[in-house]
């Protein structure tokens, strides 16, 4: 059994706390099986947080670049070292009208080379970022290139927050948004919530919290893996192919979602008329 759960995270749990939970909501009928979600959410943040099971957990690099959804609340004149609502405050700086900030938003759409905060998960010389951080080390973390698809300002939430949605791709810091804004406006910002809507095709909508699932009640929720890979179908039933022997097939090039005998097993590539195995997900 191989599939995925979409488990709306609440705050305060880690994503490593819901992977956990979930080994062990699917022990009793799976027993010991691989679990692992598809991209971290900080503790403070909540919603989609997709959890693999099984051989599904063999999809991570495909959902890794998959496009992102979130509703976030920035505060302005004040930030914290985490540049969240966990860190030490410094104060000072201006509270910016909605109108400035707008207009300084298309700035940070579009390719952008982006600082991760120094509290995250990001390595440098071997040690991860909040490993140094907590050490009061001095360090900078390097720039990474991400994507950002829209960036808007949705409504201004309390005399000194604003709320806005993200659309972007995989490896996005939305804490990092809150300095950047502020800093575009000669001020200091940092996040008081988060909320991640969406995560390639889970949706907030269909997600499910820990509470809900039981070891009794989990196969409910499941998502057969097939059901989120958006390829092609090609019946197989040569036994070449599940050998590991790649040969001619009379099909486009690209990826498909192999079926044998109508029931689901992977994913085949095929390259200049040559079908090869790629992943065995049932």
């Not at 403070?44 to 099971?53: E, T």
């Not at 809150?178 to 800093?183: G, K, N, T």
């Not at 070449?240 to 097993?265: C, H, M, Q, S």
């Amino acid at each position: 059994m191989t599939g995925f759960l979409n488990i709306d995270k609440q705050c305060g749990d880690t994503s490593t706390y819901v992977v956990n939970r979930v080994k062990g909501l699917v022990r009793k009928k799976l027993g010991k099986t691989a679990c692992g979600h598809l991209g971290t959410l900080d503790p403070l943040a909540s919603g989609v947080l997709p959890v693999g099971i099984g051989n599904a957990t063999r999809l991570f690099d495909y959902f890794l670049q998959k496009e992102k959804r979130y509703i976030a609340r920035f505060r302005f004149g004040a930030t914290t070292d985490t540049l969240d609502g966990e860190g030490k405050v410094e104060t000072g700086g201006r509270i910016p009208t909605a109108r400035e900030i707008e207009e300084v938003l298309p700035r940070f759409v579009g390719y952008i080379e982006q600082y991760p905060p120094k509290f995250s998960a990001r390595c440098l010389g071997g040690k991860r970022g909040y490993e140094l951080a907590r050490k009061g080390e001095e360090f900078e973390l390097p720039p990474k290139r991400v994507e950002v698809k829209s960036l808007a300002l949705r409504e201004q939430t309390a005399p000194d927050e604003f709320e806005f949605s993200i659309v972007c791709g995989g490896g996005t810091y939305i804490r990092s948004f809150s300095r950047d804004i502020a800093s575009a406006l000669g001020t200091l910002g940092y996040t008081t919530s988060l909320r991640r809507t969406a995560s390639g095709i889970f949706s907030e909508e269909s997600a499910v919290p820990l509470s809900v699932l039981t070891p009794e009640n989990f196969e409910k929720y499941l998502i057969p893996t097939d059901m989120v890979l958006p390829f092609a179908v090609m019946e197989v039933n040569d036994d070449r192919y599940y050998n590991g022997l790649a040969y001619p097939v009379d099909e486009a090039d690209g990826t498909y979602k192999i079926y044998r005998e109508g029931a689901f097993y992977g994913t085949g590539v095929v390259e200049g008329g040559i079908l090869r195995p790629d992943k065995k997900l049932c």
